[in-house]
């Protein structure tokens, strides 16, 4: 007996409708009628779950079916794979946001244009994974307040380092009400980029590393 027929027998012999048990998983009935009829397979914390709430083993759960088998070793390797992207993109914007901060400093600072461009491609890819990191819940005070750090040090950092020449530019254009508005607006935007992308960028490098550790 396959893994999606065994759990609608066992289901059955507890007394419980698709229902009930969607209701103890906290998920939907359709979840449940997919698991049931071989469509997908539950992760496998759901699954110690399901043996809790049937009071079964997960041996018996499972009756050795193969494609099951087959569907968490891709998981496992999926999971690895993530988790090896992770690690790399959190040092690769570890490296890019120390990059950025000296070369914001140097002269001729437009290079700093290209490394950001490369953290905000890095924060990207990045991203996805923290979406169920549980510090983001845990910690939403500590992220709170670093966040908030974090915005006035770069705004500090960025009018002050990067400001002086788009601010000349923008008073000797402002005779020109079109092109003031403009330069205006791209000042803005432009400041707002910088702020964003570095203060998301040292938050990822803190809880990136700490979820290393």
């Known amino acids: 007996m396959n893994f999606a027929d065994n759990l609608k027998n066992v289901r059955h012999q507890q007394g419980m409708t698709q229902a009930d ?18 469509r997908t397979y ?27 088998a087959q569907h968490y070793q891709h998981q496992e390797k999926v999971s690895r794979r993530n988790d090896r992207v ?15 901060y000296v070369l914001l400093f140097l ?32 910690h939403g005070w500590h992220l709170a307040l670093i966040t908030i750090m974090a915005i006035v040090l770069n705004t500090v ?26 330069y205006a607006f791209g000042y803005v935007a432009g400041r707002a980029l910088w702020i964003g992308t570095l203060t998301v960028s040292g938050i990822f490098a803190i809880y990136g590393r700490a979820k290393q550790v």
Request: charged share 15%; aromatic share 6%.
């Open 157 to 182: 950092i960025v009018v002050t380092v990067t400001g002086q020449p788009e601010a000349s530019m923008l008073a000797s254009n402002a005779a020109d009400g079109a092109v003031g508005a403009g």
């Open 21 to 38: 048990v969607a209701t103890e998983l906290h998920v939907s009935r359709k979840t449940i009628s997919s698991w049931e009829n071989g």
């Open 86 to 100: 992770v690690e790399v993109t959190t040092y690769a914007n570890i490296a890019l946001l120390f990059l950025v």
């Open 42 to 68: 539950p992760d496998i914390l759901t699954l110690v779950k399901l043996g809790d709430i049937y009071q079964i083993s997960l041996d018996r759960l499972m009756k050795e079916d193969l494609g099951m």
């Open 107 to 138: 002269p001729g600072h437009k290079l700093a244009t290209v490394a950001g461009g490369l953290l905000l491609l890095n924060l990207i890819i990045l991203a996805p994974a923290y979406q169920n990191f549980d510090a983001w819940r845990v």
